[in-house]
């Protein structure tokens, strides 16, 4: 047996066993993917927000160069 033959079934039985655990513990899981979806959209809406302020901040300094007086 190859090395990536036994990586694909150690995974193989590793999501068996993850189905199997889910199945036995439903109220668990769920309370589980509720707190990651959670996590992500608040990554998702941080990361919106830093790139709107980021991207406004960029509008706003080159809509007023600094002028140079010349006398």
Do not use: Q, Y
């Amino acid at each position: 047996m190859s090395n990536t033959a036994a990586i694909a079934t150690m995974f193989e039985l590793a999501a068996i066993l993850l189905i199997i655990w889910g199945l036995c513990h439903e109220n668990k899981f769920v309370r589980f993917e509720d707190k990651l979806a959670k996590i992500i959209a608040n990554v998702i809406i941080r990361h919106r927000r830093k790139h709107r302020l980021h991207k406004l901040s960029k509008s706003r300094t080159n809509s007023f160069p600094d002028s140079k007086v010349v006398a």
